[in-house]
């Protein structure tokens, strides 16, 4: 299986018809190159811009229960994107809410028949929690 993982600088937050765009760009130049699966950074849930802006943005309990409008267009986007390119994806972290005013960092998994897998992460880190 050849893996291809991308790495990038964070970029600066943008709607999500921009992220979709970069999304999709990264995404078939690591098909070009062969890959079966792709892993892209943990962070790019943060690349996304929510309706509170820069000020949410820099709040991530208000920037993590913005980006829950997002939720469906996230999945449906790489559910796309892995059956177009024939390719599994991991597609980061997105923040999850989970009902009791919390989020959880969810990591999805969605694969070339269109299939979607996930796993929570466990513990965040103080950056994530807001108390670092």
Not at 55 to 60: L, N
Not at 78 to 98: K, N, S, W
Request: hydrophobic share 40%.
């Amino acid at each position: 299986m050849k893996l291809a993982v991308v790495s990038t600088a964070r970029q600066e937050p943008c709607d999500f018809a921009t992220f979709s765009a970069r999304q999709s760009r990264w995404l078939a130049e690591a098909a070009d190159r062969g890959a079966e699966l792709t892993l892209l950074p943990d962070g790019l849930a943060c690349e996304l811009r929510g309706d509170g802006g820069a000020e949410a943005a820099g709040d991530p309990h208000r920037h993590a229960a913005e980006l829950q409008r997002l939720r469906a267009s996230w999945l449906q986007l790489y559910r796309q994107l892995a059956i177009t390119h024939a390719m599994a994806i991991v597609a980061g972290a997105f923040p999850v809410a989970d009902g009791g005013g919390r989020h959880a960092l969810r990591s999805d998994l969605l694969l070339p028949d269109g299939t979607h897998h996930w796993q929570d992460r466990l513990h965040l880190s103080a950056a994530e929690t807001g108390s670092g």
